[in-house]
């Protein structure tokens, strides 16, 4: 059965101070642009803290409620050993164990050359023709 949320384990920590300067799925790796607000992280296989957008449940908002730009953004900054449900993109196809790291669209892909971010927790051949939902664990 899918995970019908974003922290899977542990205590992250929450930040609800900052807007989206773009749309932004719950399950994006996001950082922050120039202006402090939230963009899905931009860098392909580039190190950054590993921090997520969360569903808004205390709205009525569930993981697939994207924010829209200029929306007030849910994030939580996660550390090793925690959980997430995380976007993979199309056309990945990651084992458990994969080394994963970031696309630079905000989704995780399976590690090339840069740094690894987390592991996934089970298996996902993402040829769907659409971005997926994968269990990863944050390195």
Same mark, same amino acid.
């Given at each position: ?46 190190? %950054? ?22 929306? %007030? ?21 990651? %084992? ?16 090339? %050359?840069? #740094? ?21 664990? #944050?390195?």
């Amino acid at each position: 059965m899918a995970k019908r949320v974003i922290v899977l384990l542990g205590q992250p920590i929450y930040d609800e101070d900052n807007a989206a300067a773009e749309a932004v799925t719950p399950g994006h790796l996001v950082s922050r642009n120039g202006s402090g607000l939230w963009i899905k992280h931009a860098t392909a296989g580039g190190n %950054t803290p590993r921090t997520f957008a969360l569903e808004r449940d205390e709205m009525g908002k569930d993981i697939d409620t994207a924010y829209a730009i200029g929306d %007030t953004v849910k994030v939580a900054h996660f550390h090793p050993g925690m959980r997430v449900n995380a976007i993979i993109a199309n056309g990945v196809n990651a %084992t458990i164990n994969s080394l994963l790291e970031s696309d630079g669209a905000g989704r995780l892909r399976v590690l090339t %050359t840069g #740094v690894a971010l987390a592991q996934s927790l089970e298996a996902l051949n993402n040829t769907s023709g659409a971005d997926a939902r994968l269990r990863v664990e #944050v390195l």
